[in-house]
């Protein structure tokens, strides 16, 4: 523990890669921490039974913190570190989780879920790019998106949590929820403490031999003379060096040619995966089964408990084969898959639904249609289905391999912090959406979904089974409107080619210098 970090942990990739994921977790019971009290009669007593238009607010509030946190790793994540930047996380998470738990009115819970998400949006910008860093590129893309799969852990959970609570009489019900759900983030920024730091961020900071140490422990077990580790250590080399040539780090990096083109694909993806549905399924599933015809605490249970149980299901074929498909494949099979079954469910409900009242809420609900009740929740189900295996994922995978080291940090929070926008937006516009517009608004989310396939189609490069740095070459190709014409084995080096374009770069910079020394 001399190294600051435990040897034999760093040796596992897939525990190094995977621990930090928790920070998703945060994510995954925060949305189940709402979705689970919709119905809870001492939360709505207490939060002044909020209206479609209140509760918006109430769970916009945690996205709109975790805007915040995302932008607020472009500075943090470069400052402090990868590492340090996620134990700050849990930590911050820990203050939100005790003022929701506490809160007696709206106000005081809104503040708490800003904090909160303050913490979800500073892990999930931190997470991804930690672990982009820190595994080699054969398995990067599995290990990565462990971050969709614990976001689906966390839902499930937390929504069993509060389902048991649900049965407790009076405010307990829904305060032991969210007190408990500070554990993982305790457990999170202790547990980071055994852990390495990227030897990236290291090695642009000035700290070579520790990041050789570091890679040697992750991909050589300790031996710095494995040839992965000497691969990947003069690939970081060889981008630091080009990147230091260009100046010191400033935001006009992500203005520089070719940039803004990485910048708008990582912005979009996080854009299409809110837009694509998915969260609206997940924090107000107990108004799409409403508008289905199910009501009361044992069929919301049941219906919403398979939804959630399918989520985390069907994301462990996409960790297992997302370095085998390939980034693209999924992408496009889960987009046209997600729109046709939102179209499903829309038409259903558009054909044999009606105005109602449940609850005493005016709800476009199906009533005297079993069997059309059956096909709207099964479509709902191969919906979540079709995310969870594709889109889900690959939308933290993608953005944390697109950029270079020098602005990486900065572009994947500009990313991430996009996801947590239209997530704000969202969170705040759909019960009022589904109050007025009712079936309509799956054919919205729907027609996006088209939309994004076709965008994807033509713009989004493959990058699976390069190393960071040999993404770069993929974007040297063009190519902006014809991505598809890009081939697999585009950017992949031997460690001699490394070596021999890093003593360019050298024999460049000394000459520079020699050339400066000279005019001085």
């Known amino acids: 523990m001399a190294k600051g970090y435990n040897a034999r942990i760093a040796s596992n990739p897939y525990i190094v890669g995977s621990f930090a994921c928790i920070g998703g977790g945060l994510f995954g019971l925060d949305i189940s921490s709402m979705s689970g009290v919709l119905s809870n009669e001492a939360y709505k007593r207490t939060f002044s039974h909020p209206g479609s238009d209140a509760q918006g607010a109430i769970v916009a509030a945690m996205p709109a913190g975790s805007l915040v946190g995302a932008l607020m790793v472009t500075q943090l994540a470069d400052r402090i570190g990868r590492k340090k930047t996620i134990i700050l996380s849990g930590l911050i998470w820990v203050i939100g989780s005790i003022l929701q738990c506490a809160s007696v009115n709206r106000g005081m819970l809104v ?10 949006g500073i892990a999930s910008a931190v997470v991804p790019i930690y672990q982009s860093e820190i595994t080699e ?17 966390g839902i499930l959970i937390q929504y069993f949590v509060q389902f048991g609570c649900s049965y407790i009489d009076g405010v307990a019900s829904f305060r032991i929820p969210w007190g408990l759900q500070m554990i993982p983030a305790i457990f999170l920024s202790a547990g980071m403490l055994i852990f390495p730091e990227s030897p990236r961020w290291l090695f642009d900071h000035g700290r070579e031999e520790e990041a050789l140490e570091i890679l040697a422990d992750l991909h050589g077990g300790g031996d710095p003379n494995i040839e992965l580790v000497l691969l990947e250590f003069e690939e970081i080399k ?17 203005l520089k040619p070719g940039m803004p083109r990485r910048v708008g694909l990582g912005m979009a993806l996080q854009m299409w ?17 409403q508008g289905a015809g199910i009501t009361g605490r044992r069929g919301n249970l049941i219906s919403a ?11 462990i074929p996409a960790i297992i084969y997302i370095d085998k498909w390939g980034r693209r494949p999924m992408l496009l099979a889960g987009t046209l898959l997600m729109g046709f079954f ?11 639904g009606d105005w109602g009242e449940v609850d005493g809420a005016r709800v476009w609900v199906i009533t005297g249609h079993d069997s059309i009740t059956k096909g709207v929740i099964v479509c709902s189900y191969f919906f979540v289905c079709s995310f969870a295996i594709t889109m889900g994922p690959v939308s933290w995978t993608y953005p944390a391999e697109l950029f270079p080291l020098k602005v990486r940090a900065k572009a994947v929070s500009i990313s991430t912090a996009t996801n947590w926008v239209f997530n704000f937006a969202l969170a705040w516009a759909v019960p009022p959406g589904l109050s007025n517009i009712a079936w309509k608004t799956y054919l919205i989310f729907g027609t996006f979904n088209f939309a994004a396939f076709i965008h994807i189609f033509f713009m989004y490069p493959e990058t699976v089974g390069r190393s960071l740095e040999e993404v770069e070459d993929i974007f040297k190709q063009g190519h902006v409107f014809t991505a598809w014409k890009i ?4 950017g992949k080096k031997t460690l001699e080619e490394v070596v021999g374009k890093t003593k360019e770069l050298e024999g460049g910079k000394s000459s520079m210098s020699d050339d400066h020394d000279e005019k001085a």
């Open 111 to 120: 503040v708490g879920r800003i904090i909160s998400g303050i913490s979800v």
């Open 238 to 254: 060889e981008q630091v060096l080009f990147e230091r040539t260009e100046g010191a780090k400033s935001y006009l990096d992500l």
């Open 273 to 289: 995966s809110q837009l694509s549905g998915m969260n609206v399924m997940m924090y107000y599933i107990v108004y799409v089964f």
């Open 342 to 352: 939102l179209f499903l469910v829309g038409g259903l409900q558009g054909g044999f």
């Open 137 to 153: 590129p054969r398995i990067r893309g599995r290990l990565v998106s462990l971050q969709q799969w614990s976001i689906t852990w």
């Open 487 to 490: 081939g697999k084995h585009v």
């Open 305 to 315: 408990s398979v939804q959630y149980v399918l989520n985390v299901v069907l994301t």
